[in-house]
C-alpha cells in the first residue's frame, strides 16, 4: 500500500508559479509511475501529467502542455509538478497519484492510476 502526501497548494495571481511536491512511501517508489490529477468543482476528476518509473516519459494535458512539467526524484520518493503561467482554469483540488498493477507504462487518464493521495488546492485569481 503506497501513501500519498501533497503540499505546495496555495492561492496564486494569475500569471504566477507554484511547485507542487508529492511524497510517497510505502512501496518501492522507482517501480511505478506516477501522475497528477486535478478535479474543479461540478468537474470529473482530469489527469494534468503523468510520468514513467524511470522519469524518461511523460505525458501531459493539452490544456498545460508548455506551461506544467512534471518530474521525478526516485532517490528522494518524491514526484513534482512545476505550474508557471497559471490561468484562472486551473483552480482546483490536485491529486498525486501512482500507478498499480494494471497502471500503462504510461498513464494518460485519471483511471489508470491505482492510488491517490488527500489533495492540495490551488486557487488562481484574475
Known amino acids: 500500500q503506497v501513501r500519498l502526501v501533497e503540499s505546495g497548494g496555495g492561492q496564486v495571481q494569475a500569471g504566477g508559479s507554484l511547485r507542487l511536491p508529492c511524497a510517497a512511501s510505502?512501496?518501492?517508489?522507482?517501480?511505478?509511475?506516477m501522475g497528477w490529477v486535478r478535479q474543479a468543482p461540478g468537474k470529473e476528476r482530469d489527469i494534468v501529467a503523468a510520468i514513467n518509473w524511470s522519469g524518461h516519459s511523460t505525458y501531459y494535458a493539452d490544456s498545460v502542455k508548455g506551461r506544467f512539467t512534471i518530474s521525478r526524484d526516485n532517490a528522494k520518493n518524491t514526484v513534482y509538478l512545476q505550474m508557471n503561467s497559471l490561468k484562472p482554469e486551473d483552480t482546483a483540488v490536485y491529486y498525486c497519484a501512482a500507478g498499480g498493477s494494471g497502471t500503462p507504462y504510461l498513464p494518460t487518464k485519471a483511471a489508470d492510476f491505482g492510488s491517490w493521495g488527500q489533495g492540495t488546492q490551488v486557487t488562481v485569481s484574475s
Open positions: 510505502g512501496r518501492t517508489f522507482s517501480s511505478y509511475a
